[in-house]
């Protein structure tokens, strides 16, 4: 095996950004001047002067009805489900689409029942551009719950109220568990029975055997957003059943609480109590809200394009495909490159939610809080993905009987908890030992506070060494999260270890300048103060609104130019 140059970018293989584009410009001036014709003589033409012959008008006649050809397309390309072309926040068609949508809505916004009917018509719209077929999944789940609620909500008997409960789980869980983990679950009884069971989708097998579909059937494909919306109609049930809500009596509203369109594929995981009593508030948006709304926009999409997108593609996503190619040095660049990355990614598209949902009259819950500003693992649970956590603490943690079973039990919760919350993150062992490694760590923090209680408030210098623990412990748990499987983490981890080299830090910095400088930058407005947060949200919500209207136009050419050739689709939608 030859030697791996100990730095990626002295390597012939590698090119640069700006030399990958020169050298396609080569090659694009050299096809372009093999397939032009040779040229002919030019023939003058006087514009003032239109010739109205019978093939000028055949041309014309022709022209229009390619016109009504093209406009028929158009037509078609907005109704029609396009997997290529979903609608996200980072893609110019949802901007057109929300654009229109608000123009509408400033007619109706004050006729609640109007306006919730509107929106839940415009969220399935929304979500049929983006899952396509699996359209039917988001109304299964909402009129299994629906009914469900009012059942146990009516019921007298506790076996009627547990039987509506149970089949809520069983078609929620069912959906999820079928479409996200069959081929992970088929996988395992293959390696423990030395079998080759074949991963089949039984609903496409149907649909074609009797629609003529056309779909394929060797592969299950995952519809999005149905880990967030299953979990937000579960925890709706389960609160109607507990008595801490209400059901819902108009089918439009609730199907307007599950198909929200800001939150529906990525979260926040909404609770019913939260979102159903806005539902019929009069819709009241201040400027200084209105103002707060367009700064959690701006602020979402310089996240997701400016830092996640560049650093993902220009490279984080190599060095986590390929890390033999790549230094140790430059692979431990990547791990928190990539922490960086998916709060960032997360985060923003959580921002971009709460602040579309606001500008609609509705208050969606925060989701993250600074989390690597956490001094411990515990902390860092309260402020990443802060609705899952809340989640799998009230539905899953507290139902197997949480801290109240004794210390032993307690733990036990804890790692049953994290491990299946690391595989409703993804089918795979990656997932599964990284929650599970998240979860050792909650519980060696639980037992360290036991055994020693702390009595006062760490100093500084204290809370400094536990915040840089706890950010290092979870930057590398993310190789699990990341990485394509079990053998690169073991690849990424090597490098780190083995070829790690101090001396090529000038060298690494001077091929990845660009990318180092929005990682540090990036770090750096994460760990700001929460005043000085607080100071430039405040300065952007009192300028005049002709001045955020040209900043948001500013910030608009910039994403523009920034972001890369292929619309980067957000990390969560994959789950």
């Given at each position: ?54 093939d000028t ?27 290529g072309?979903?609608?996200i ?17 400033s ?45 146990i ?8 109220r ?15 568990s ?13 390696d ?15 649909s ?87 700064f ?14 560049f ?155 536990s915040?840089l ?61 929460v ?24 910030f608009a ?19």
């Amino acid at each position: 095996m030859n030697k791996i140059p100990p730095l990626a970018a002295d390597d012939y293989t590698h090119l640069t950004y700006e030399g990958g584009d020169s050298l396609a410009g080569l090659f694009l001036e050299d096809i372009i001047k093999q397939q032009q014709p040779e040229a002919k003589d030019t023939i003058e033409i006087n514009i003032y002067e239109p010739v109205l012959n019978k093939d000028t008008i055949n041309n014309d006649h022709r022209r229009g009805r390619k016109l009504h050809v093209n406009g028929d397309k158009i037509v078609q390309d907005v109704i029609s489900y396009e997997p290529g072309k979903p609608l996200i926040f980072t893609g110019v068609s949802f901007w057109i689409f929300l654009f229109i949508t608000l123009l509408l809505y400033s007619l109706i916004f004050k006729k609640p029942l109007i306006r919730n009917s509107y929106l839940f018509l415009f969220s399935l719209f929304f979500y049929y551009k983006s899952g396509g077929v699996f359209f039917f999944l988001l109304i299964i789940s909402t009129l299994t719950d629906y009914v469900a609620g009012l059942v146990i909500y009516s019921a007298r008997r506790k076996l009627v109220r547990k039987l509506f409960v149970l089949s809520s789980l069983l078609v929620n869980l069912g959906m999820l568990s079928y479409f996200k983990y069959t081929a992970f679950f088929t996988g395992i009884v293959n390696d423990i029975f030395n079998t080759n069971l074949p991963v089949i989708d039984w609903i496409a097998a149907i649909s074609n055997f009797y629609l003529g579909s056309g779909f394929n059937i060797e592969m299950i494909v995952l519809p999005v957003g149905i880990s967030f919306f299953t979990f937000q109609t579960i925890s709706y049930t389960l609160d109607v059943y507990r008595g801490k809500t209400k059901p819902v009596r108009n089918i439009l509203d609730f199907g307007f609480y599950v198909s929200f369109f800001p939150q529906l594929v990525a979260g926040p995981i909404v609770r019913a109590s939260e979102f159903i009593p806005q539902l019929y508030t009069p819709f009241i948006l201040s400027k200084r809200e209105w103002g707060h709304a367009l700064f959690l926009v701006v602020r979402g999409l310089i996240k997701k394009i400016i830092i996640s997108d560049f650093i993902s593609v220009n490279f984080v996503d190599r060095v986590f495909d390929t890390p033999l190619l790549y230094s140790g040095l430059e692979n431990l660049m990547a791990v928190y490159g990539y922490g960086l990355q998916i709060y960032c990614d997360f985060s923003g598209y959580t921002d971009i939610a709460i602040g579309v949902a606001l500008m609609l009259g509705y208050r969606l819950p925060v989701n993250f809080n600074s989390p690597y500003k956490a001094y411990n693992i515990t902390d860092f649970w309260r402020r990443w993905h802060i609705s899952l956590s809340r989640w799998l603490r009230d539905y899953l943690y507290i139902s197997m009987g949480g801290n109240r079973k004794g210390r032993l039990r307690t733990y036990v919760n804890i790692m049953i908890t994290m491990l299946l919350g690391g595989l409703w993150h993804g089918a795979a062992w990656r997932f599964v030992i990284w929650g599970g490694i998240h979860g050792l760590g909650l519980v060696i923090n639980k037992l360290w506070i036991k055994l020693f209680p702390r009595k006062n408030k760490p100093g500084r210098i204290k809370r400094l060494i536990s915040v840089l623990i706890t950010f290092n412990f979870v930057s590398f748990l993310w190789i699990f999260f990341r990485a394509a499987d079990i053998d690169h983490v073991h690849l990424m981890m090597r490098q780190i270890f083995t070829d790690f080299n101090p001396g090529n830090l000038l060298a690494v910095f001077t091929a990845y300048s660009q990318t180092i400088i929005i990682i540090v930058c990036g770090y750096i407005l994460h760990f700001l103060p929460v005043k000085v947060k607080e100071s430039y949200r405040g300065l952007f919500i009192r300028l005049p609104m002709i001045v955020k209207i040209l900043l948001v136009y500013l910030f608009a050419l910039i994403f523009y130019n920034v972001q890369s050739a292929d619309i980067q689709p957000f990390i969560y939608f994959r789950f």
